[in-house]
């Protein structure tokens, strides 16, 4: 498939499994708590809720673009977790190589709204809070939040490859003729 040796075999098995860890890494962003802290440890936000001290939480979800960026995020996660059943079947079977492109586009897709989560949450975020609280404080992007851009970086990948691989058909099926870098004059 490439000149640095991918064989199109070990793609069947390599793209599944990065759309595996694509949807461990969505899950750790959807459920972190921490997408953002200040940097002493006074305050605290996840994607659902922001809080000041232990005790004094707020949920996130009642601002607009709260419940926007939790949305795209949620329709990544389904759009990717239903081209990762649908790459077992198109991986597996010759007759469902044509779902390639399809299963590209719609990780290109879960790209996007993901990306769009990615950017309205910190946009927002600094807009409603940071901004108009005028302090000193150090506000940090946390692990949660990487994971979230980690999957996204993931899926546009895999969208580059899934759209790929059906030019590469009798590769991965095994009935393309070996061909040599070298030829005897």
């Known amino acids: ?57 707020k949920s996130l979800m009642s601002y607009g673009w709260g419940r926007a960026a939790a949305a795209m995020l949620i329709c990544g996660f389904i759009i990717l977790v239903i081209c ?39 946009v927002k975020y600094n807009q409603e809070f940071i901004f108009n609280s005028k302090s000193d404080v150090t506000y940090i992007y946390s692990w949660a939040y990487g994971f979230g851009w980690a999957a996204t970086i993931i899926l546009i990948g895999c969208s580059f490859f899934f759209c790929c691989l059906p030019n590469y058909v009798d590769d991965l099926l095994g009935n393309a003729k070996p061909r040599y870098f070298y030829t005897s004059p």
């Open 84 to 122: 990762f059943i649908l790459s077992f079947f198109a991986l597996c079977g010759s007759q469902m190589l044509v779902f390639l492109k399809m299963i590209g586009g719609l990780l290109a897709l879960a790209a996007v709204f993901q990306i769009i989560c990615l950017v309205i949450y910190p």
């Open 1 to 57: 498939m490439l000149a640095c040796g991918l064989a199109c075999e070990r793609c069947r098995w390599i793209l599944p499994l990065l759309l595996l860890s694509a949807i461990i890494f969505d899950i750790i962003a959807l459920a972190g708590s921490v997408w953002l802290q200040v940097d002493g440890g006074s305050e605290e936000s996840s994607l659902w809720q922001r809080c000041t001290t232990t005790d004094n939480c």
